[in-house]
Structure formats: structure tokens, C-alpha cells
């Protein structure tokens, strides 16, 4: 498990319940879709859902206008339409909306992730930002992540989010569960 010497990264990489609301306490934040459907699965993926193709769903997080927060979750196909089904239709609401709204969900450890400046994800993230039209100066990329899987009538839901170095530098007020 790698964690950050700075008790801020620490607080938001580990802090429960909705990223969504920690940054609305803060500001205006809102969902900007970047793509969403079948998808072959990262092997961090692959191995927390045990299978090699599921449904994605991109998103960047802006917090007053500024990408903050890029996430990605993906669900097996089944779960997709079983149990996560209602993902489909969240269109540019957070997905906060589906996981912390009083359903009844377990929920793994949350898990961090030191980012390399060159790495699959940081590309992932640059082009996101591109795709959205968001580019913010390019050497402000995410270098921390951190994502944890959510279980609904037994099955997964794994959760991506990496975070921009200026966002851990807010205070993480304490919200729900």
C-alpha cells in the first residue's frame, strides 16, 4: 500500500463516503460525462472484478469550473443488468447518488495509488481532459488515486478516482457515511 507523507493527500484518499459531497462543501461541482459503455478493463480492473471486459462509465469531476476529480467505474456485464443497473440512467448526476442515498451496500477498502507522470492512467487522464474540453495547465495532473469496490446483492462495482494536487489542499469536512 503506498501512502503520501503528506497528511492532506492522506485525508482525501481515505476519507469514507462521498467524494461529491466533500468537494460540495466547498463549491459548485458538477459531472461532466467523458464516455460510458463496454470496455476492456485496466489489470487492476480485471483482477478486483475477476474478468477482462465490463461496463465503464468516465467522468470528470469539475469543482467551480475546474477538473478536479477524474473517475472511472466499471461493473462487470451482468452486474450491469442486475444489480448496478440503475447506473445506466445517471446520466450527469454523480454516482454518489446511487452509492450513499441509503442502499444497502458493503463497501472494500479503499485502496491508494501513486500515479507515474508517464503511466497508463496519467494518459488516460490527459485525454479525458481533452476529450471534455477541460485542459487545464498541463503539468497540474493527478499524481494519487485511490479506489475501493462496492458490493450490491453480491455484485461489484469498482470505483477509480484520481485526484488534482490542488484539490487535496482543501480542508475534507466530514459527510455521511
Known amino acids: 500500500m503506498h501512502r503520501s507523507a503528506d497528511p ?9 463516503g462521498s467524494l461529491t459531497a466533500r468537494l460540495r462543501a466547498h463549491g459548485t461541482v458538477e459531472v461532466v460525462v467523458v464516455g460510458q ?13 475477476n474478468c477482462r471486459c465490463a461496463y465503464a462509465r468516465e467522468v470528470i469531476l469539475l ?4 477538473a478536479a476529480v477524474w473517475a472511472r467505474s466499471v461493473i462487470p456485464l451482468p452486474a450491469f443488468h442486475g444489480a448496478w443497473k440503475s447506473l445506466a440512467c ?17 463497501r472494500d477498502a479503499l485502496v491508494p495509488h501513486r500515479l507515474l507522470r ?19 495547465n498541463p503539468l497540474v495532473q493527478p ?5 475501493s469496490v462496492f458490493w450490491r446483492r453480491g455484485q461489484p462495482l469498482r470505483v477509480f478516482e ?3 494536487p490542488w484539490v487535496t489542499q482543501l480542508p475534507t469536512p466530514r459527510t455521511g457515511p
Open 8 to 16: 492532506s493527500i492522506n485525508a482525501w484518499l481515505f476519507a469514507g
Open 37 to 49: 459503455g463496454a470496455s476492456a478493463l485496466w489489470l487492476a480492473e480485471q483482477r478486483d472484478l
Open 63 to 66: 469543482f467551480n469550473g475546474r
Open 90 to 106: 445517471l446520466g450527469t448526476r454523480p454516482l454518489a447518488e446511487l452509492l450513499f442515498q441509503g442502499r444497502s451496500l458493503d
Open 118 to 136: 508517464q503511466g497508463p492512467v496519467s494518459r488516460w487522464v490527459r485525454q479525458s481532459t481533452v476529450v471534455a474540453g477541460h485542459v487545464d
Open 143 to 147: 499524481t494519487w488515486a485511490c479506489s
Open 162 to 164: 484520481a485526484f488534482a
